[in-house]
């Protein structure tokens, strides 16, 4: 399981949502009353209000996904890079690599450093087969730009 925080409200976690594949627990999000329905990480029909002993911090993120799967969320999610170069098809949904150089390509070109510095860490992690690595900065960069941005 991977932890992720994706919002940087101080607030407590008053409802949780998950979303189930094949079976099996995808993803379970704690919210505020405020963030309930995030973009993203709203599950229609599960959302439940914590009982007072449950209360993690708004935003956290209990990712179980395959790492491949988790790596191109953040990808397509957070850092708005989904796509392709022009003309290039879309790469297999499980070949993070391939998303994170499209990403980097992406980045370069719309001059969004700070983005491009994580995807070039991230690049540099996958050369030495450190995918949980990565996985790492990625949430560590959502949980910054969240606070950034003031999700």
């Known amino acids: 399981m991977h932890l992720r925080q ?31 329905r995030l973009p993203h990480w709203s599950a229609p029909g599960n959302l439940r209000r914590l009982s007072n002993e449950e209360r993690p911090s708004c ?22 890079a989904s796509g392709t170069p022009s003309g290039s098809p879309e790469p ?18 719309t001059g969004q450093r700070h983005l491009l510095e994580v995807v070039d860490h991230a690049l540099r992690l996958a050369d030495s087969g450190a995918v949980v690595s990565i996985v790492t900065l990625l949430a560590a960069a959502e949980t910054l730009d969240a606070q950034c941005h003031r999700r």
């Open 6 to 36: 994706v919002t940087a409200c101080p607030e407590s976690a008053a409802y949780t949502t998950h979303r189930r594949r094949k079976g099996a627990l995808a993803w379970q999000i704690y919210t505020c009353p405020r963030h309930r």
């Open 59 to 80: 935003g956290t993120v209990h990712d179980h996904r395959p790492h491949a799967e988790i790596i191109v969320t953040h990808l397509h999610g957070w850092m708005c």
């Open 92 to 109: 297999a949904a499980d070949d993070w690599h391939t998303h994170l150089h499209n990403a980097r390509g992406l980045f370069a070109v």
